[in-house]
């Protein structure tokens, strides 16, 4: 499969992923997976400003994402796929896209959510996804950056 990494980040593409995560997994495209980035002018110009030099860029919606996945149009490259949350990346699972493990790097703490450690904060809802998922067979890990230990996030929520 052409996707090396999964991970979930709020802030999609900044300097950890540019730099540290990118590097690290040697990815040769970045793919941004968000139905209101798509259609944002702005926040694809700042993407396309934040991605590392010589490597490509697809910035899809979940639809488009998992036709262009499944039909294998990326299968001779290794893909860093980024979701801004869970839900976003529960349901490209869900609709066929073939993850076995992803990570969770960074969600803010919002109203409704706390946290499980300093950079991560879940919902009721993004906890009873993550639940169902892993039940799945699906391992999902919270780690901010790659030196970090890659533990379960299951060890932070309970």
Do not use: C
């Not at 995560?21 to 694809?44: E, H, S, Y």
């Amino acid at each position: 499969m052409a996707i090396t990494h999964a991970r979930v980040d709020e802030r999609l593409i900044h300097g950890q992923v540019a730099t540290v995560w990118t590097n690290t997994l040697g990815a040769q495209r970045i793919m941004v997976v968000n139905d209101l980035a798509v259609k944002d002018q702005l926040q694809i110009g700042a993407l396309k400003m934040a991605k590392p030099a010589g490597v490509k860029l697809s910035i899809l919606s979940k639809k488009r994402a998992v036709e262009k996945i499944l039909a294998g149009n990326y299968d001779d490259e290794k893909v860093f796929l980024i979701t801004k949350d869970i839900p976003d990346m529960v349901e490209l699972i869900e609709n066929g896209v073939p993850l076995k493990h992803f990570n969770v790097g960074n969600i803010s703490l919002k109203p409704g959510s706390k946290a499980i450690k300093k950079s991560v904060s879940l919902t009721e809802e993004d906890i009873q996804l993550i639940e169902k998922t892993i039940e799945k067979g699906v391992e999902i890990t919270a780690q901010m950056i790659p030196s970090e230990p890659n533990d379960s996030i299951v060890s932070f929520i309970k």
